[in-house]
Nanobody, 121 residues
Framework: VQLQASGGGLVQAGDSLRLSCAASGHTVSGIVLGWFRQAPGKEREFVASISWSGGSKYYADSVKGRFTISRDNAKKTVTLQMNSLKPEDTAVYYC???????????????WGQGTQVTVSS
C-alpha cells in the first residue's frame, strides 16, 4: 500500500486547511486510514482514523470538534478537514494505514510522506 499526502501549507490561527491522502496498491479494500502528526522536538502522535465503512472514527482529544476525517473509497482517498487551527497544530502531518483499527491508531503498517502544516499566531 502506498500513500501520497497533499494539502499542507501556512495559515493563520483560526483558519481552515484540508489535507488529502491517496492510497494505492494491489488492494486497499478494507484498510483503515488515518493521520498522525509530529511537531518539532516531539514524538509522532495520533490525530484521527476512519474505518473502511466510515462508520468508526477516532480522534485525538486535542482535535475533537475541530478536525473531521472522511474517506472516499471509490477514489481511494482520505481527507482531514482542519478548522479553527491553532499554533499548536503546527506539525508535519502523515497519512497512515493499517488493516486493523487498533493498529491504525497505535502503530500503522503503512506510512505516507509528510506534509507540513504551519499555523501562525
Amino acid at each position: 500500500v502506498q500513500l501520497q499526502a497533499s494539502g499542507g501549507g501556512l495559515v493563520q490561527a483560526g483558519d481552515s486547511l484540508r489535507l488529502s491522502c491517496a492510497a494505492s496498491g494491489h488492494t486497499v479494500s478494507g484498510i483503515v486510514l488515518g493521520w498522525f502528526r509530529q511537531a518539532p522536538g516531539k514524538e509522532r502522535e495520533f490525530v484521527a482514523s476512519i474505518s473502511w465503512s466510515g462508520g468508526s472514527k477516532y480522534y485525538a482529544d486535542s482535535v475533537k470538534g475541530r478536525f473531521t476525517i472522511s474517506r472516499d473509497n471509490a477514489k481511494k482517498t482520505v481527507t482531514l478537514q482542519m478548522n479553527s487551527l491553532k499554533p499548536e497544530d503546527t506539525a508535519v502531518y502523515y497519512c497512515a494505514a493499517d488493516w486493523d483499527s487498533y493498529g491504525a491508531r497505535v502503530r500503522p503498517e503503512y506510512w505516507g510522506q509528510g506534509t507540513q502544516v504551519t499555523v501562525s499566531s
